[in-house]
């Protein structure tokens, strides 16, 4: 009760502070009112459950009462990972999907026992990196991204888990452009996607992880090479919001994965 106090007292004080020390002419806010106890109460989660450990903790013990299968894969990421229909893309695959909305490289890593190794899959896909360079969970240079990385590498390969590393997905601002000329204004896409995850940043990542898995023995998965346009961009029509991939997208992730997988068990 203590700190759902304390959140709402800093988060008065937050709103409470003016954007630009001045009066304006005319009062023009949003109304939040409806999401401000949402919003709340979702910042109390996260303070208590930064990691979100919780999130698979159910699914974890069922999981531990079934029978052991030598050809269990479990797939680590973000919401690209979240959103993936493991069932459905690989039919009666004994496959497991602990990726999590929004979560940046630090949160998977400490999810690393819980959600991977205590299942003992013969191979971890991870799919990381497009929200740490977004910020999400706050500033990170390109090295505290690979040092995570790499971290979680260490503890697969330890545990005798195969590892897979996939390049970060490109991203484009095809969606923004066309909600600009349309003038339909998205509330979650007020900005291009370009600004919020720049494609230099990507392309870093990417050239480090493939060099990486060369040298550790991992296996690098190019995801990027197979989606992006001409331009740079993620192919137009393999995503309605410019970052996460739609059902044309996950058929040819799929495929791409699935050689890797096979690799790994042969």
């Known amino acids: 009760m203590r700190l759902k106090i304390t959140v709402f007292l800093l988060l008065c004080m937050l ?3 003016p954007a630009q020390c001045q009066l304006v002419e005319e009062f023009d806010q949003e109304d939040s009112s409806c999401c401000l106890p949402i919003f709340a109460q979702r910042l109390v989660n996260q303070l208590q459950d930064w990691n979100q450990l919780s999130r698979y903790q159910d699914e974890n013990r069922e999981l531990k009462k079934k029978p052991y299968d030598p050809k269990r894969v479990v797939f680590m990421g973000d919401s690209i990972t979240d959103f993936w229909k493991l069932a459905e893309y690989f039919p009666e695959k004994p496959y497991i999907n602990r990726g999590i909305s929004g979560q940046t490289t630090p949160q998977m890593l400490v999810r690393m026992y819980p959600d991977v190794i ?3 899959p013969v191979a971890l896909v991870v799919l990381a ?3 740490d360079i977004s910020q999400n969970t706050g500033p990170a240079t ?3 991204v690979e040092e995570n990385i790499m971290a979680m590498t260490d503890l697969a390969q330890h545990n005798g888990i195969k590892v897979i590393l996939c390049s970060i997905l490109p991203v484009n601002d095809y969606a923004f452009l066309k909600q600009q000329a349309s003038g339909k204004v998205n509330p979650y896409m007020k900005v ?3 600004a919020i995850h720049p494609p230099e940043d990507i392309l870093k990542l990417n050239a480090w992880m493939k060099q990486y898995a060369e040298k550790v023995n991992a296996i690098y998965v190019d995801y990027f090479s197979a989606m992006v346009d001409e331009k ?3 192919k137009d029509n393999l995503s309605g919001d410019g970052i996460h991939p739609n059902a044309e997208g996950y058929k040819i992730m799929t495929k791409i994965i699935e050689k890797a997988i096979e690799k790994v068990l042969k």
Do not use: D
């Open 15 to 17: 709103f409470s502070i």
């Open 118 to 120: 205590q299942h003992k």
């Open 129 to 131: 990196g497009i929200n």
């Open 142 to 144: 390109a090295e505290m």
């Open 192 to 194: 291009p996607v370009t």
């Open 232 to 234: 740079g961009f993620l």
